[in-house]
């Protein structure tokens, strides 16, 4: 999950829950809709809507996930690779390889780490953990601040939301899953899909 921002003392507390509770997590699969709002913040504080976009989220009880906006999916295979897809060009670039933790179980071990002041909100049905969301790596930059929140499903080890400003803070933007479901999906929605080319050469 790239936009998961956490800082240091968190992110230290997180590995040695890791180190200490190694043993693969279930995966419960996964079925929901997704939307990304764009809002143009007024100087009087309001919000005005200039863009929408619809899609899907699909996690699979293999732990592959995969998130699809208009053209372009985002596909964590079941190793915790991470693939960038162009459905117009039926291209899939591998971005980066695995670092062994998948997002389900990174966020599930926030359950064994989650300090007293980490605060609860429901979102969507779920009661769900608010997390800082930073623009940039705050573990690089002990003075970061953040720009918005990510609420966190933590007995699922789901994303559900995150919303955030960008640095000049004239535009806010909300990512959310709706219409959760607990189903299986079908497994051809959760990889590259057939007749794709696909760059194995991960970016630098």
């Excluded at 939307?35 to 293999?62: C, H, T």
Aim: with cysteine.
């Amino acid at each position: 999950m790239k936009s998961l921002r956490l800082p240091l003392w968190l992110a230290f507390l997180l590995l040695v829950s890791h180190a200490t509770a190694r043993a693969q997590s279930s995966v419960e699969p996964i079925s929901a809709k997704q939307r990304e709002l764009s809002y143009q913040i007024q100087p009087d504080g309001s919000r005005v809507l200039k863009n929408e976009q619809a899609g899907v989220f699909y996690r699979s009880s293999s732990g592959a996930s995969i998130k699809t906006m208009s053209d372009r999916s985002t596909l964590i295979d079941a190793q915790g690779d991470h693939y960038e897809i162009n459905h117009n060009k039926k291209l899939a670039k591998l971005v980066a390889h695995g670092d062994g933790v998948p997002p389900h179980e990174f966020i599930k071990n926030l359950n064994n780490a989650k300090p007293q002041n980490i605060q609860d909100e429901t979102v969507n049905g779920l009661v769900c953990a608010v997390l800082p969301f930073y623009n940039t790596e705050p573990m690089g930059n002990p003075n970061a601040k953040p720009s918005g929140k990510e609420y966190l499903y933590l007995p699922y080890g789901l994303w559900v939301k995150s919303e955030f400003t960008n640095p000049e803070g004239s535009l806010l933007t909300v990512r959310e899953l709706y219409d959760i479901e607990i189903i299986e999906p079908d497994p051809a929605l959760v990889r590259i899909p057939e007749g794709y080319s696909i760059d194995l050469q991960p970016e630098q």
